[in-house]
């Protein structure tokens, strides 16, 4: 930590902000400290970098604010994403395809769904305009549901029936594995994007963009 920017926090060892100043330059330096702190080439959520700024400053949304105004932070138009600026004076934007991979990854992570069939599941907290804009879902009168012409099957699944009644699924890149009592006749059913199946399978990593590129 530079000497000019060191009264501004508490002491050397730990990041924790007892102010922010008011002078442009002062406060340019402070921000580039607490930068630091994100990785770069990399997207978090609303409550990630909360999480990381809470420790560094009690009024942390202040502290995010700032972030932003200076662009060491940058944002999607709605706040679902965030991700870290190399320069205060230069912006670095990933592309839209990225930026909604992250956004519905971390929205299907994020909704509490019970996998139970019958059950009517409401997707919560999205900004409708945002995800309408982006197609990843679809307005059918007063149901939202996830558009499933954006999304396929993993190129890295393997699946397998145990019995004529149950069958298992494995994602060979991310070692995760799944047992349906069903017939494997199932994953060629999946009649919505609401189905518990399908929302199952997406959260983990089963099932991806169509235009998303898996390595």
Known sequence: ??????????DDFNLRLRVIPHKKKDKIEVLKEVSAQFEENQFYSEREVNHVLETIYDDFPLLRRNLIDFNFLCRDRNGYAYWKNNYHEKFCIPTEEEIY???????????????NYGNKNKL???????????????LDKTTIYLNKNKFKFSDFNFYTSISEEEFIIKNTKTENT????????????????????????????????????EK
């Open 1 to 10: 930590m530079e000497n000019g920017v060191k009264r501004f926090f508490y």
């Open 101 to 115: 991979k992250f956004i519905i990854n971390n929205f299907a992570e994020n909704t509490k769904i019970t996998f």
């Open 124 to 138: 919560l907290n999205y900004d409708l305009n945002f995800y309408l804009k982006s197609k990843l879902i679809i």
């Open 178 to 213: 799944v047992r349906f009592k069903l017939p494997i006749d199932s994953l060629k059913k999946i009649s919505n994007l609401e189905d518990p199946i399908f929302i199952h399978l997406l959260n983990l990593g089963f099932i991806v963009l169509k235009d998303g590129s």
